[in-house]
Structures are given as C-alpha cells and as structure tokens.
C-alpha cells in the first residue's frame, strides 16, 4: 500500500487491461464568498464585510486507474471525494494538474441533473439523450429501463414528485442503460432499498465483468467491500492511502 502521495502508484494488477484514467498534481479550488461582519459597529461603518475565501477542496491529487479496476474513495465529510468525481465528469475545472480519460466517465450521483418539472419518462428521453443514444435507440431500450428503474406509475410523474431512492432508481437505469467503460458513483446507492442495491449491484458487477471500471464513493463500508478491490482515502483534499482495499480501509478506520 501506498501512504506517501508522492510516492509510486501501486503497480498495475496483472489481470487489469490498460490505463483509462489518469489524475495528475491536480488542485480544485471553490470560491465563496463569506459573511464577515461580526457586529454593529462594523456593519454601520460597512468595515467589514463579504469576503472571498478559496476552499483547496483537492490538493495534489495523483492516481492511475486501470481497465477493469473498482476503486473505492473514502473520508471523512468534506474531504473532497464529490468533489474530485464532478471534476473527472467535467463537471468542474481543475484549478492546477491535468486528468485524462480514455472514455467519457459517466457520473451518477443523487443530485445529477435531471430535469424536476418534467416526468421521470421525459427524463429518461432527455438523460438518454445526453448520452449520445440516437431518438431510435432510445425508443429501443426505453422498456428495459422502465422495468429497471421499476417505480410504477410514477415514471409519469414530475421528477420533483419523487423520493431520493426513486430519483436514484431512475438516474441509475438511465446512466447504466448503455454499459459504461468507466462508470462513477456518488453516495447514489446508499438511498435506495435492499432490493434496489441487489439490482444494481449486479449491473454494476455486469459491467466489471467485460472490463468496465468503477469508482465508487460511498462510507457504508460493507456496500465497497462488495463492489471494489482497491481503495483510496482522502482527507482534506489528499490522497492518504492508496492500495489494496482491505488494507485501506483498516488504515482508515484506525486513522479516524
Ligand atoms: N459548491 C461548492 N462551493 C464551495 N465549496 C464547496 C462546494 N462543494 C464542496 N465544497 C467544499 O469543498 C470541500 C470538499 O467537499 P466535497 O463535497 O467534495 O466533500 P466530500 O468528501 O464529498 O464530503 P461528504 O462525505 O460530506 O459528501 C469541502 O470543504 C466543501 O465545503
């Protein structure tokens, strides 16, 4: 296992194809702007006021995915897990470093972008859409994601109508409808049911098994051990561990 981020990255496991994702010294910087007025005097002499702050959400961040390879991410609350998965979706700009994909990452998290005022079936058009499926091929697959997603009438309804788990049940059917080469999970499973976390699992499982790649955010513990063979923990922005999964998560649990 690595602990050293700057060391070298643990070696390719023989039975994993090529490199599909590279993440390189990359920083990701958030700018707020932050109330700092801390009483009468300050706000009637306008003193003090809003002040830019700049969160180093990630900092320095390095690691090599391989074909085939599920990576599990962990840390604590904040310590930039979404943070550096919105960024390999290209959802966000890398303040410094590079990351380069082989294939487009597809990213599922429980906030994705859906459309809440228009009907999950709608959405299911427009997400499938988004993922470069022609109108026939949507027209095609559109029962087997109704089936899977499996949410009964509601894929009627407006999207704002739904519960978390629906919402998840749903995005998850849309994002995995055509299998992903590299497929990116937010903390999406954790909100659905058993029955739904079998399902997906087993896709995701699927996937794996003609050479997908799978990064996979999430603290149930249990619900990585199933999925993933390496870890990554990062605190603060950093990488801190970075090997086998096992050894990861003891490093972790300790650590925390
Ligand atoms: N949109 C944003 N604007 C400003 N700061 C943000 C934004 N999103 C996240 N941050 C900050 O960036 C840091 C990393 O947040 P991030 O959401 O990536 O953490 P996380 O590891 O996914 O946390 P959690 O386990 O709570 O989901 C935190 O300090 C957070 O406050």
Redesign the pocket.
Known sequence: MTTDPQAERPKTPAEHGPMVLLINEVD?D???WEDRRRGLRERFTGMQGAGRTV?H??KGASFAVYEGESVA?M????????????AIAGLLPVTGGEIYASYEPRLMGVGAALLPKVSGMRNIRIGCLALGMSVEQIDERLDSIIEFADIGEAINRPLRSYSSGMKARLLFAIATSIRPKILMI??ALSVGDKEFRAKSEGRIQDMLNHAGTLLM?S?NMNELKRLCTRGIW?E??VILADGPLDEVIATYTEGT
């Open positions: 990701i958030y700018e707020v969160i959400a990630v991410i840390g604590s609350n904040g310590s930039g897990k979404s943070t550096i998965l919105a937010d903390e955010v603290h990062l603060e922005g």
